[in-house]
């Protein structure tokens, strides 16, 4: 599975931008799907997630703000970023996890995509 994110860009404090993360197969037999970002200088963190029988769980920083979603043929993945603050930006991963037989848990990423807030 190859992941396309998209939408990142510059937004003041207060605004809004839509993440897309385009699959190249179907996400349906993914166990999970997410997004994560990496501030500079820190650690890749968990934002949002949708697991196979779509229970969504969020990073308590991003409660109320973003909203995690897929289109009905779950080959693309989306999060809503409203409410945008400076310690959002961050380039911004999409992930999508599959238990393949043999192999056993394997991640899927995108390339990333910088989300830049300026204040």
């Known amino acids: 599975v190859q992941l396309q994110a998209s939408g990142g860009g510059l937004v003041q404090t207060g605004g809004s931008l839509r993440l897309s993360c385009a699959a190249s197969?179907?996400?349906?037999?993914?166990?999970?799907t997410g997004w994560y970002r990496q501030a500079p200088g820190k650690q890749r963190e968990f934002v949002a997630i949708?697991?196979?029988?779509?229970?969504?769980d969020y990073a308590d920083s991003v409660k109320g703000r973003f909203t995690i979603s897929s289109d009905g043929a779950k080959n693309t993945l989306f999060l809503q970023m409203n409410s945008l603050r400076p310690e959002d930006t961050a380039v911004y991963y999409c992930n999508a996890r599959y238990n393949e037989p043999y192999y056993g848990w394997v991640n899927y990423w995108g390339q990333g995509t910088l989300v830049t807030v300026s204040s």
């Open positions: 949708i697991s196979a029988v779509d229970n969504i």
């Open positions: 197969g179907s996400l349906t037999d993914a166990v999970t």
